[in-house]
């Protein structure tokens, strides 16, 4: 039984998400035969506060983002 986690910032849409499912859960049917109905898919979503990579969270990014689009 595949079981997938995924960790996304949040503010995507349902639609967005009920794809995201669909087809992760379609790539393990297909790379690793398994069948359909014991793959499992658990999305998490974080806030952009608490979401970091190289010590700058991912607000922050944005931030930054926003303000060099600004200038």
Not at 24 to 52: C, G, I, K, W
Request: glycine share 2%.
């Amino acid at each position: 039984m595949p079981l997938i986690e995924i960790t996304l910032v949040e503010g995507r849409s349902p639609e967005q998400l009920r794809t995201l499912i669909s087809k992760v859960t379609q790539a393990a049917v297909e790379a690793v035969d398994a069948p359909l109905e014991s793959v499992r898919v658990v999305l998490r979503e974080v806030a952009p506060t608490h979401f970091a990579a190289g010590d700058v969270t991912i607000a922050e990014r944005s931030a930054q983002r926003h303000t060099a689009q600004s200038s």
